[in-house]
């Protein structure tokens, strides 16, 4: 039975990651598009990852990858390289020169016989980026990854058929070395389109969202070893996001409507479940919190993951319209809105500081674009504020530009024409 979760709603609590075009000969590089092999074994760009988060960015994009009509490209940043999921594999860009360092393609057939990114239609870009993850940061063996899960047509196994399924793709940070693949072939057997949304990671494992015709079906896990396995699937269980202590999510139950519940990462078993009022819940991904909003209310709460309790009561300021974001690798989760000011908590769910709506010198009047650690950047009336979220304290009153994606070393804003790729200034 098809779930009413649309993936529409899962997408919600995706927040995000980084890559670039499908890496055929035309995007440059000259990689080999079969082998994941990069085209320098020297080339490192993994980066620092005690590199501070920049205040400011070079006006003047220094690139602009390929990645076409999309107004959200499943691309993700990691170190000093850009990482563009898409409907074939997964390819690679240098973030210093534009070029795509190497694509590894999918072993099985694609599900999607598509034209490179750059190619799309609108509507073609649109459906890719409702199919197919951001590829998402991992550790594979002590040494940083990047992680693609794309929907593929599974080889026919002995006397078996061919079906729908999955194909995994581990590559490393640092080269775009291709570590391993893995098919996954899900429960029954899907006649709808399958997509795989927001990689959760926690426990040594991945955890995959997936959908049949953009409608939420279960969760796949996967291990984070040299030699990969599935590790646990469950249809029925749709998760919404999750910290590295436990998954979120809603859960087919013939008793109860729907009931929200917490599942271990490492094995799939149920860690809590409770039965909410109506609204909506959107996770705030890598934190340890989720967002509740009842229904006709304009209050809204945190939800610890881990035990499903209440962190904030309905009086702590947190409303309907404030969007909740935590950055890679940051300590705190800030909710903001222009209309009703700013609010920030740490892991443990303790208020830090609060701004009131206004246009005043202490006041919030931005919304949130991006977040890098604890640094947070926001559209204001006279240019991109950046927030230390520790503090409440504006660090800098103007980024340069309007980022959609930040890390130590570029901040990318999307456009019609493809990714731009702006240097940070230190």
Known sequence: MRSPVRASVIALAAVALVASCTGSPADGGGSPAATGSPTRKALDLSGDPRAAAPLTFDSKAAHVLPTGLADDPTIALYGRAAWLAHASGVTMYNLATGKAVTTITTR?????????????????????????????????????????????????????????????????????????????????????????????????????????????QGTFAVSLDDEPRMVWQRAGFWKLGGSSDALVGFRDDPDQEYPLTGVAPADGRDLWSKKMPQGTLTSINGSPFAKFERDGSKRAQLIDVTTGDFVLSERAGLTSRMECSQGEGGTVVLCASKQDGALAVDNAGKILWRRAAGDGAKDWGATLEADFKDLFYARGNHGTLVVDGRTGRTVSADAGIVPDRVNAYAALVYTDTGTEVHLAER
């Open 108 to 216: 099985n057939t694609p599900t999607y016989d598509l034209p490179a990114p750059r190619d799309l239609s609108k509507k073609q870009a649109d459906m890719i980026s409702e199919r197919v993850s951001h590829p998402a940061p991992v550790r594979i063996g002590g040494v940083p990854a990047m992680l693609t899960v794309v929907p593929v047509q599974l080889a026919k196994q002995g006397k078996g058929s061919a079906q729908a399924g999955f194909e995994v793709i581990a590559a490393r940070a640092d080269n775009g070395k291709l570590i391993w693949r893995l098919p996954v072939d899900i429960y029954g057997e899907p006649d709808g389109k399958l997509g795989a949304l927001q990689v959760a990671t926690g426990d040594g494992v991945a955890a995959v969202t997936w959908t049949e015709d953009d409608y939420a």
